[in-house]
């Protein structure tokens, strides 16, 4: 691993010198001499590198899915508002129709009775 790698390396991660330095076992100001090329990239470093890039990666990877299953919860949320939505629309529709037909049978009734009264006056 050259110093130019390790540098795209800490950069890709979105990691300062010294986050990166910590987060691979290295003091701040080693880690600066790698990166200037003044100081050779022993394999235990270059390892430890790899190990924090597939860690980060996998941990990246883990948000993605965890925001996808936040999604998939949301939009049940929203499905299940949309149904409960219109059942009480379609349940209020419902009791209307009733209120009516209700309205409807009282005002025959009332007619009937009122026919009945007029017919009783006449005889």
């Known amino acids: 691993m050259t110093n130019t790698e390790l540098k795209a390396i800490r950069e890709?991660?979105?990691?300062?010198k010294t986050d990166f330095a910590v987060a691979i076992?290295?003091?701040p100001t080693i880690e600066g001499k790698y990166e200037?090329?003044?100081k050779e990239i022993p394999e235990s470093v270059i390892q430890?590198?790899?190990e924090l890039q597939a860690q980060m990666e996998e941990e990246a990877a883990s948000d993605v899915e965890d925001a996808e299953d936040v999604e998939d919860a949301e939009d049940a949320e929203v499905v299940a508002y949309e149904d409960a939505a219109e059942e009480e629309a379609a349940t209020y529709?419902?009791?209307?129709?009733e209120e009516v037909t209700t309205y409807e049978d009282a005002e025959e009734e009332e007619t009937a009775a009122y026919e009945d009264v007029e017919e009783g006056e006449a005889a």
């Open 93 to 97: 529709e419902d009791d209307e129709d």
């Open 48 to 50: 430890a590198v790899n």
């Open 12 to 16: 890709s991660l979105n990691l300062s």
């Open 36 to 38: 200037k090329g003044s």
């Open 25 to 27: 076992g290295i003091a």
